[in-house]
């Protein structure tokens, strides 16, 4: 874009146009072509004004004006592309602070009908004398146990096989 002469500003003072919020929020779209247009259009509505609003209130001159004026639209790109790579950023350590839930719920609840499992055997082989009644309810044990953890894996299994 050129600069106007140094002589009277024409539109300075005029304001500057109004903002469509449809063009504000296709700033953030994850399409990086939509993301490019709607920049393209801001910086066409607002190139003229912020350069004319240095010119006639900070008394700048063309060059300066120009200059302070591409600035400004280069550090709005800078910070619009900072901002999303922060949210890239935010995103993945929430993904991390997830996943290391879930594993952690995971561990928990794979460990527990394991120990349940190793306790009962345990028993029955430390205490061969036991009755019949006790030996019976530790083997029920480790079968319910055992079938119990059989299917906490194979939900897994499935939940592995959706995500990929």
Do not use: C
């Amino acid at each position: 874009m050129t600069a106007d002469s140094d002589a009277p500003f024409p539109g300075a003072g005029q304001g500057f146009p109004p903002t469509r919020h449809s063009v504000l929020e296709a700033l953030a779209d994850p399409d990086e072509g939509v993301r490019r247009e709607s920049f393209g259009t801001l910086v066409e509505a607002y190139w003229r004004p912020v350069y004319l609003h240095l010119r006639w209130r900070w008394n700048k001159t063309a060059q300066d004006a120009e200059d302070l004026t591409q600035d400004f639209f280069a550090l709005a790109l800078e910070r619009a592309l900072l901002a999303r790579e922060a949210e890239g950023a935010r995103m993945s350590a929430e993904t991390e602070r997830l996943r290391n839930e879930l594993l952690s719920a995971v561990s928990h609840d794979l460990r527990t009908p394991l120990a349940s499992i190793t306790g009962s055997a345990t028993a029955l082989l430390a205490q061969p004398e036991l009755a019949v009644e006790a030996r019976t309810e530790l083997l029920d044990t480790i079968r319910g146990q055992g079938e119990h953890l059989s299917r906490l894996v194979a939900g897994l299994l499935d939940l592995t096989r959706i995500e990929s």
